[in-house]
Nanobody, 123 residues
Framework: QVQLVESGGGLVQAGGSLRLSCAASGRAFSNYGMGWVRQAPGKEREFVAGIGWSGRSTYYTDSVKGRFTVSRDNAQNTVYLQMNSLKPEDTAVYYC????????????????WGQGTQVTVSS
């Protein structure tokens, strides 16, 4: 079992920045690929960013490339999502998730999920 707890969400104006954190506990954190997935009201969950177990490999959906940066600190069992130049369309609940296998882009790949943190970007 892996327990995930997100923090860092909030309300920000368009063009602003937020840094999300996801603290993991339980089984060896470094064994898992980690992802950030978001869900806007009335929409399906959408892959945002992913990072391999070592931190060397990162993946992003096209709409956030150049604005968001995913990173991890295995010593602290934490993964981060730095979000810059935020847009109103980034408004969603952001979930941290962990996986052992499968594609980062597919939400069905993830084995464990956090409870989510709300990000609201005002225009």
């Amino acid at each position: 079992q892996v327990q995930l707890v997100e923090s860092g969400g909030g309300l920000v104006q368009a063009g602003g920045s937020l840094r999300l954190s996801c603290a993991a506990s339980g089984r060896a954190f470094s064994n898992y690929g980690m992802g950030w997935v978001r869900q806007a009201p009335g929409k399906e969950r959408e892959f945002v960013a992913g990072i391999g177990w070592s931190g060397r490999s990162t993946y992003y959906t096209d709409s956030v490339k150049g604005r968001f940066t995913v990173s991890r600190d295995n010593a602290q069992n934490t993964v981060y999502l730095q979000m810059n130049s935020l847009k109103p369309e980034d408004t969603a609940v952001y979930y941290c998730a962990a996986k052992r296998s499968g594609s980062y882009a597919y939400t069905v790949s993830y084995d464990y999920w956090g409870q989510g943190t709300q990000v609201t970007v005002s225009s």
